[in-house]
């Protein structure tokens, strides 16, 4: 799996991301898993071409002592088809973008 990884995250990191995440991230059945949309602007063309299997997104993974940005896109209807792929440049910059501002925000220095 392509991820972007943030390690040596302190406890205090961990509370600080969980508390961000909970609010601009959807919760999954899965402790530490979270669900962020794609913004529908940066969809492929296979993605946009795919209503069925809207919306887009990628995953993060956090742990006590790390952060996961998936590089993964990925559809909230279906587990396979030709529109679940590795991000594009563009999305990838997205997430990196998304990956970055959240740790500037919360005044991380990693």
């Given amino acids: 799996m392509k991820q972007y990884v943030i390690d040596q995250l302190r ?17 999954t059945g899965l402790e530490g898993i979270y669900w962020v949309n794609l913004p529908e602007r940066l969809y492929s063309a296979v993605q ?14 956090l742990d006590f002592n790390r952060i ?8 909230r209807q279906i587990i396979r088809c030709s529109c679940i792929a ?4 563009e999305q990838r910059d997205y997430i990196l973008r998304f990956a970055d501002e959240t740790l500037e925000r919360l005044g991380l220095l990693v």
């Avoid at 996961?68 to 559809?75: G, Q, Y």
């Avoid at 590795?86 to 440049?89: K, L, M």
């Fill in 86 to 89: 590795y991000a594009t440049p």
């Fill in 11 to 27: 406890e205090s990191d961990y509370e600080k991301v969980l508390g961000l995440l909970d609010l601009k991230a959807d919760k």
């Fill in 48 to 61: 946009r071409e795919h209503v069925q299997c809207q919306p887009h997104y990628f995953a993060v993974n």
């Fill in 68 to 75: 996961a940005f998936e590089l993964l896109i990925r559809s």
